[in-house]
């Protein structure tokens, strides 16, 4: 005995059947068609975009730090900027502090891993001496929103925002690449960088941005 089998009804669709189907397509049509029309944000040409970076003289950066060189591993960053001082702050995933660091013209102090304090005039020289990372601090301030203040190149991408800088510091060639850009914020901002000196890697990914124009 062959088992039965449900006869498919040949019945045409009904009217309301119908109107249903030809309602969806037709919303999904006008939502690619949406998608498609989406109008993107339009590029600004580089002197009025360099000169709205130069007005943020207040702003913060939250993210993360990736370093590959002679030590590896992965931070919290924070990133502050006001006039005449910086301030950075590298936690790990626990929270705990790596190095904080604050800088201005006159001075510079480190607070380090193990809870003690140094004082010093190059913030660069001072972080490389105590904790082996290597970091060009006195340009981050401007090379952190896509300014390219003090590099001896550099390179716009085609909204006319800055893709790729480099700078000669003694005998050290750093590169910094602008890999995205964050437009969700007046001016857009990077999102995510690579900057690197020979063999060494440093990822920088910022998730929030704060800005204060004054």
């Not at 939502?31 to 702003?59: F, I, K, M, N």
């Not at 370093?67 to 502050?80: D, E, H, I, M, P």
Request: one cysteine or more; hydrophobic letters at 35%; charged letters at 20%.
């Amino acid at each position: 005995m062959f088992p039965s089998f449900a006869r498919r009804s040949s019945r045409a669709p009904s009217s309301t059947t119908w109107l249903r189907h030809a309602a969806g397509a037709a919303l999904l049509l006008s939502l690619l068609t949406g998608c498609a029309t989406q109008p993107e944000r339009p590029a600004v040409d580089w002197p009025s975009h360099q000169a709205s970076l130069t007005q943020l003289s207040h702003y913060q950066a939250r993210g993360k730090l990736g370093y590959r060189g002679t030590k590896r591993f992965g931070a919290n960053l924070v990133w502050q900027t006001a006039p005449r001082q910086d301030h950075l702050l590298l936690t790990n995933f626990l929270g705990k502090t790596l190095l904080k660091l604050d800088a201005t013209p006159s001075q510079v102090t480190l607070l380090s891993h193990d809870g003690n304090t140094y004082r010093g005039r190059d913030a660069s020289q001072l972080i490389y001496q105590l904790t082996d990372i290597n970091l060009p601090v006195e340009y981050m301030r401007h090379w952190l929103i896509g300014l390219p203040t003090g590099a001896d190149t550099f390179q716009l991408d085609q909204n006319n925002r800055v893709a790729y800088l480099a700078k000669q510091i003694d005998d050290q060639l750093w590169q910094l690449d602008y890999l995205d850009y964050d437009d969700s914020v007046t001016p857009a901002l990077p999102r995510r960088m690579q900057l690197s000196q020979g063999t060494l890697r440093i990822t920088l990914v910022i998730n929030e941005w704060q800005l204060n124009h004054k």
